[in-house]
C-alpha cells in the first residue's frame, strides 16, 4: 500500500523577483540550473513558506546542507535577481528570475531575500500545562524519569480544544519566527483514542508532519497492565489516529516500552500507511535504535546512549537517520 509519509503533493512553484537568494549549492553563484536540495528525509517535504506579510522562506533537508562541501566559497551560495522552482517539495530549479520557467503557481517575492529555512523534525508542541516544578527539580540534582510525562497528560486532557489550539498556534508562530519553516509534530499527551485523535487533528491544523505518539508511556488508568494499553494503541486508537498521521512513532525506553512493545507498535502503524520513527536510547543503553532500524524507521532519536553495535546498525541501516536532540540533555541535566 501506499504509505501516506511516501506521498507528496505534485505542485510545482515558482518563487521569483527575489532581491537575493542564499542557497547550500556553492554552484548557484555561477547561476547553474538543477537540484540543489534533496527532502524525503527525516522531516519529509520541504516547504515553502509565501505569505504576503512575511518573509518567503525555503525549506532544506533535516540531514542538512546536500550540496558538496569543499568549496572556497564555503557552503552556501547568493544570487541576485534570481527565482527559484519547487515541485513535489523539492527544490527543482534556481537561477536569474530572467531565464525561470513556468510552474503551476507562481510566488512574487517582491524583491525579498529567500534563504533556506531550518527543519525541525521532533517536536512535542499539543499539550498543556507547564512542568516548572520539575524543571527545577532536575537542576537541583533530581534524575528524569519518563514517567514526568503523566503530569502532562493529566493537564492535556482537562484542557479545551481552544487552550491546546492557542499553545500550539503560539509555539508554531515562535518557530517560524525563528526561522523553522517545515516542522513534524506529535501527539503523545492525550493517551485516550480521543485525546490522541484531538492531538492529532489539532496537529495538523499547523503541519503535515503528523506524528501518531499514542505508545508515549502507558497511562496511569492502565496500572501495570502495558499490554493492554499496547492493544488499544494498536487497536482503536490506532484506527482513529492513522487517518489524521503519517507517521507513528514509540517511546522505546526503561519506563515506557520494551523492544516487544515498540515492535508491535511500529508494525501496527504501518500497516495501517504509517513510517516509523522511534524515541531510542535517551535515558540509558537500550535496544531502541535496534528497534528502529529493523523497521526501516526514517529516524532513531535522541541516541543519548549508544553502543558501538548501534553506530553500527545506524551507519549500515541505509535509511535510519540518528536525530541528535542536544538541547533535551540540557533540560534534563543528562547524562
Ligand atoms: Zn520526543
Redesign the pocket.
Known sequence: MTRRCDTMRRVSVLITNIGEMVTNAPGDAAGAAGPVAAAGSAAGLVAAAGSAAGPVAAGGSAAGPVAAAGSAAGPFATLSSAALVLDGGLVAWTGPASKAPDADEVVDAAGRAVLPGFVDS?A?LVFAGERGAEFAARMAGQPYRAGGIASTVVATRAASDEVLRANLARLAREMLAQGTTTFEC?SGYGLTVADEARSLALAAEVTPEVTYLGAHVVPPEFGSDAAGYVDLVCGDMLAACAPLARWVDVFCERGAFGADEARAVLAAGESAGLCARV?ANQLGPGPGVQVAVAAGAASA?HCTFLSEADVDALASSGGTVATLLPGVEFSTRQP
Open positions: 521532533h512535542h506529535k524515541h532519536d
